[in-house]
Every structure is written in C-alpha cells, then in structure tokens.
C-alpha cells in the first residue's frame, strides 16, 4: 500500500474515533444535566484535545503539510460513524446509564430530604441567636 492510503486510512480512524470521544461527551449531557457554561468548557476542550490530535498527526506524516485526501478521509470517518454506528451507541448507552442516572437522583433526594430538618433547625437557632445580638446591640448603643 502506498504511503498516501496508509495516511487515508489514518485518517478515516481519527474521524471515526473522534465522532466517537463525542458521542461519549453526547451521552453524559444526556444522562446529567449541564448548564451552558459546562457546555461551553467541554466543548472548548473537545476541539482543543481535536485539534491537537490533528496537529500531531500531520506533523507526524507530512511534517505539519495539509494534505486534503486526509481531510476529506477525517470527515469521512466522521460521516460513517455519525450514520452508521452513533444511532445505536446512543440509544444502548441511554439503555444503561438513565437506570444508573435514576438511582443516583433518588439517593441525592433522600440525603436532601435528610439533612433538610437538621438544617432548619440550625436556620432556627441561628435566627433566635441573630434576634439576640441585635437587642443586646441596641442596648449597648443605648446605654453608651
């Protein structure tokens, strides 16, 4: 095989397997939510960790040239994954980790539900505490 097919090839594998890192990231925005600025942050470091990898990659074979055959065969890769093989790793993914997911909100509404009495509690005793301060703060204005 010529070096150029080696390299196409290489190329559709980092499509492939990026579309894939994605997916991953897909599936956790999925299963936990995530405001806009955790969006945001993941995303800029997806495209950091791509664009390293690329980087690396055509520096490696072609000392930092572009060739458009290995573009095309990244997206390529890309394309494939996204038609092919996404569809179900996101369905099955769903499959496994929303049960995972579920259980996880249930215990955390359990320990919010247990701690919120000992926790009005303590609101209660601080606000009596607060009341105190204030009147013997007043006091002490007076008498001064």
């Keep these: ?14 499509g492939f397997g990026l579309a894939f890192l994605y997916d ?3 599936l956790l925005r999925l299963t936990i939510r995530h405001g806009s600025l955790m969006i ?28 458009w055959f290995s573009v ?3 997206l390529a890769g890309i394309l494939l994954y996204c038609k092919i093989f996404s569809p179900v790793f996101i369905r ?3 499959k496994v ?5 579920e259980r996880i909100g ?8 247990a701690c919120k009495v000992p926790a009005m509690k303590i609101r209660q005793k601080a606000g009596g505490l607060k009341k ?7 006091l002490l204005k007076m008498t001064l």
């Design 72 to 74: 095309l065969g990244g």
């Design 92 to 94: 099955c993914g769903m």
């Design 24 to 26: 991953i990231l897909r």
């Design 132 to 138: 105190r301060l204030t009147r013997l703060k007043k």
């Design 40 to 67: 945001s942050l993941e995303d800029i470091g997806f495209w950091a960790y791509t664009a390293i990898k690329v980087f690396v990659m055509m520096q490696e074979a072609y000392n930092g040239s572009i060739r």
């Design 1 to 14: 095989m010529s070096p150029e097919t080696v390299f196409l090839l290489h190329s559709l594998k980092y």
């Design 106 to 113: 249930k215990a955390r509404k359990k320990i919010h539900s």
């Design 97 to 101: 980790l929303k049960p995972v997911t």
